[in-house]
């Protein structure tokens, strides 16, 4: 079956614009996570989704970042008036929730490389 | 607060050696999960293996094994006769049980990862 996928790859932006980052889970996957890969800061949890609802947002750095899901698959993080510091690596993952198995492995989208000018 | 901590920021060997990343965890939680992903140079991040704290066995799978000791809080991942292929940064990350909505999930702590250069 298909993995996770993301899109684009590759954005590249000017400071002040609004961009939105796509993330498509293995299908059946009730999880969803964003995280964040930055060289200064490593791989940093952003937010996490259980179906449609996003119970744990600790992560996002800033009201500039916002998320959602719709019918349980696809999300979209949006970044308001991208700044130079959230030029990074944003990745995506999906997770099974079987009853019974604690917490299950994530598998990752080959993530969105921004680069904000 | 959790933290991981992979001492080893580079890590370069020769191929058919043995190559050790050792990985320090710190929770205060008794129930969580530990795991290891390979990032090769393509940028995806690919599961090893997950762990779980009741767990403590040894794990081989192939030339990859992996030796998890509570008592040291260590899980380090251990690649027997390594090859040019195994070139990637490897991350270890915990996870703990967190609970929000009604559910428990994953929320992954890193490493800041090892960088492995296999040389042919």
């Known amino acids: 079956g298909a993995g996770v996928s993301q899109s684009p790859s590759n954005k590249v932006t000017e400071k002040g614009k609004d961009v939105e980052l796509r993330c498509d889970p293995i299908?059946?996957?009730?999880?969803l996570y964003w995280y964040r890969q930055s060289l200064g800061q490593g791989l940093e949890f952003l937010i996490y989704f259980q179906g449609n609802s996003a119970p744990d947002k600790s992560g996002l750095p800033s009201d500039r970042f916002s998320a959602e899901r719709t019918g349980g698959s696809v999300s979209t993080l949006t970044i308001q008036r991208t700044q130079q510091e959230d030029s990074a690596v944003y990745l995506c993952?999906?997770?099974?929730?079987?009853?019974?198995?604690?917490?299950?492995?994530?598998?990752f989208g080959p993530g969105t490389r921004l680069t904000v000018l | 607060a959790q933290k991981v901590t992979q001492a080893q920021t580079e890590i370069s060997v020769v191929e058919k050696e043995d190559v050790t990343l050792d990985c320090v965890y710190e929770?205060?939680?008794?129930?969580?999960?530990l795991f290891w992903y390979k990032q090769p140079p393509s940028g995806e991040l690919v599961f090893l293996i997950r762990?779980?704290?009741?767990?403590?066995q040894n794990e081989i799978s192939g030339r990859y094994s992996w030796n998890f000791q509570k008592s040291t809080s260590s899980f380090n991942f251990t690649i027997t006769a390594s090859q040019v292929v195994d070139s990637a940064v490897y991350f270890c990350?915990?996870?703990?049980?967190?609970?929000?909505?009604?559910?428990?999930?994953?929320?992954?702590?890193f490493g800041q990862g090892t960088i492995l250069t296999v040389h042919p």
């Open positions: 993952a999906s997770s099974a929730k079987r009853p019974g198995q604690g917490i299950n492995e994530q598998f």
């Open positions: 990350a915990l996870s703990d049980t967190a609970n929000a909505g009604g559910t428990s999930y994953g929320k992954l702590t």
């Open positions: 762990r779980n704290s009741f767990d403590e």
């Open positions: 299908s059946g996957h009730t999880a």
């Open positions: 929770t205060r939680d008794t129930t969580y999960y």
